[in-house]
């Protein structure tokens, strides 16, 4: 079995920052890909940022230049520094990734989420 466990969501002033941390463990052979994603209220969930196992980062148009992932392939986590918050980055957070658990056999693995609420 394999779990994320997500930290750092809470609420910010708009143009503050916070930051996001996930932690998986459990039984993995080698992670593929880990990754953020949101679920704002009334809307479906939508990609924030990614990295891959090579190094190579995906951004949201909507958070380049503002988001930065990081990744610790030793300690398995992945983390979202979130700067220049704006209300319309208020959603629930979830940590993704793709990994292998054996050799042969590949999954798609969620978090429980984290609530992010930016707001005077």
């Known amino acids: 079995q394999v779990q994320l466990v997500e930290s750092g969501g809470g609420l910010v002033q708009p143009g503050g920052s916070l930051r996001l941390s996930c932690a998986a463990s459990?039984?993995?052979?080698?992670?593929?890909?880990m990754g953020w994603y949101r679920q704002a209220p009334g809307k479906g969930r939508e990609l924030v940022a990614t990295l891959n196992s090579g190094g190579a980062t995906n951004y949201a148009d909507s958070v380049k230049g503002r988001f930065t992932i990081s990744r610790d392939n030793a300690k398995k986590t992945v983390t979202l520094q979130m700067n220049s918050l704006k209300p319309e980055d208020t959603a629930v957070y979830y940590c993704?990734?793709?990994?292998?658990?054996?050799?042969?056999?590949?999954?798609?693995?969620w978090g429980q989420g984290t609530q992010v609420t930016v707001s005077t």
């Open positions: 993704q990734s793709r990994l292998y658990t054996r050799r042969d056999d590949w999954g798609d693995f």
């Open positions: 459990g039984s993995i052979f080698s992670i593929i890909v």
